[in-house]
């Protein structure tokens, strides 16, 4: 359903959703707002702790002092709202606002992506190619392995370290963004999104083979650019497919034919079966 938004309105929402996730991840090291609103003295507050209340830990009442809300907001609001927004509004939606997505590319926005010398054997001519994870190698046949192990390291890291550390969760955050770009400026189109990202891995689980309201790529569609398909906007307004074809199938095209695609593959029975909630 919302697949049809056009390319100029989403892109203002990523940059406002970019935005706002790098306010919180600073908010991570330097805050000195929201400890504010959970003070006790802060009495119109939603968030004030109440020290009349006693948490026991070991027998012994734990004293409360006033904290961030950052950390809170991050696994408290924003990691169930991705959750909520894939079961409702589908895979498509959730990929064409995602800030990680959106960071990854930056190097394709400046048009300063890696590109490879190519020398064609017959004109003797030299070009220039953006460089693609190849189907038969070890990435192109292991990425769901390898985002379920990253998936896996991130929820352990988060029980054993940066649930609520804000520090190291701020320096964990900074390193995925880092790690985004770094990718997206070694490969073309979404490779971070299709052969990197710990959270793909949920999205498959929970947007496939659609969202409540997800379009249907295959079913009626006059137009060539369907669900969350790379895109670009011409200068008139009109959009074009920007499809480099990083991978086949691609679930940002038809998120239904790629679940059919992969439903019999081993992986995906890891993936379907291992997902523990
Ligand atoms: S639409 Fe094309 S470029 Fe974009 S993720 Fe899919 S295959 Fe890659």
């Known amino acids: 359903m919302l ?16 935005c706002g996730w790098l306010v ?28 009349d209340s006693c948490i026991q830990v070991q027998g012994v009442c734990l004293e409360e002092q006033p904290y961030g809300l950052g950390a ?10 991705g959750v909520f927004m894939l079961l409702i509004f589908g895979h498509e939606f959730w990929r064409r606002i995602c800030p990680l997505g959106f960071m990854s590319q930056i190097f394709r926005f400046l048009g300063k ?19 693609k994870i190849k189907n038969n190698s070890w990435l192109g046949k292991n990425h769901l392995k390898l985002q379920l192990a990253l998936l896996y390291v991130g929820v352990c890291g988060r029980l054993l370290f940066y649930d609520s ?12 963004i880092g790690s985004a770009i770094l990718v ?38 006059k137009t060539l650019i369907t669900q969350s398909m790379c895109r670009r906007e011409n200068s008139d307004g009109t959009e074009n497919s920007a499809c480099v074809a990083c991978n086949s199938p691609c ?17 995906y029975k890891l993936l379907y079966y291992g997902y523990a909630g």
């Open 251 to 267: 679930i940002d095209i038809d998120a239904e034919r790629s679940y059919w695609d992969a439903i019999k593959k081993p992986d």
């Open 184 to 221: 997206g400026y070694l490969y073309a189109g979404k490779t971070w999104c299709q052969y990197f990202c710990p959270m793909a891995p949920v999205q498959e689980f929970y947007g496939e083979p659609r969202g409540l309201l997800n379009s249907v790529a295959h079913e009626g569609q």
């Open 165 to 176: 550390h804000r520090l190291i969760l701020g320096l964990f955050l900074l390193f995925t």
């Open 113 to 131: 992506q890696r590109q490879k010398k190519r020398v064609d054997k017959k004109t003797g001519k030299t070009h220039y190619e953006l460089v």
């Open 24 to 51: 919180l991840i600073f908010s991570l090291f330097y805050d000195p707002i929201s400890p504010w609103l959970t003070s006790p003295d802060t009495t119109w507050s939603p968030f004030k702790l109440n020290l």
């Open 72 to 81: 809170s907001f991050f696994w408290g609001l924003i990691v169930p709202s």
């Open 3 to 18: 697949a049809n938004i056009p390319e100029k309105v989403m892109h203002r929402v990523r940059w406002v959703l970019a």
